[in-house]
């Protein structure tokens, strides 16, 4: 079981990025997926999460209005929208998956998670 996150990279402050996540099974469709991050020396943070309807989505208040959790089912990928980026978005970003129907911001309930793609923003 995997998660395959790509799509970082570096821009400049006010630029915009878009994160995917595909899963390597079919089965993550019905699962909550999530996006973390990790900033050099800080803990991993949760970013956004997304429910499998899509229907519901849960942001961090550092990311509320700038950022964007998506998921296509029938690709089997789920994505970050990251607009007007900051130097404080610099970091690893995470895709995880949470297999329980409880959306949460505590990263020790997901179950699943990709090897990180690095975000690196220039002011």
């Known amino acids: 079981v995997q998660l395959q996150a790509f799509g970082g990279g570096l821009v400049q402050a006010g630029d915009s990025l878009r994160l995917s996540c595909v899963p390597s099974e079919r089965t993550f469709s019905t699962y909550i997926m999530g996006w973390f991050r990790q900033a050099p020396g800080k803990e991993r943070e949760f970013v956004a999460a997304?429910?499998?309807?899509?229907?519901?989505?849960l942001y961090a208040d550092s990311v509320q209005g700038r950022f964007t959790i998506s998921r296509d089912n029938t690709k089997n990928a789920v994505y970050l929208q990251m607009n007007s980026l900051k130097p404080e978005d610099t970091a690893v970003y995470y895709c995880?998956?949470?297999?329980?129907?409880?959306?949460?911001?505590?990263?020790?309930?997901?179950?699943?998670w990709g090897q990180g793609t690095l975000v690196t923003v220039s002011s």
């Open positions: 997304i429910r499998r309807s899509g229907g519901t989505t």
């Open positions: 995880a998956a949470e297999t329980s129907p409880i959306i949460s911001m505590n990263a020790k309930r997901y179950d699943y």
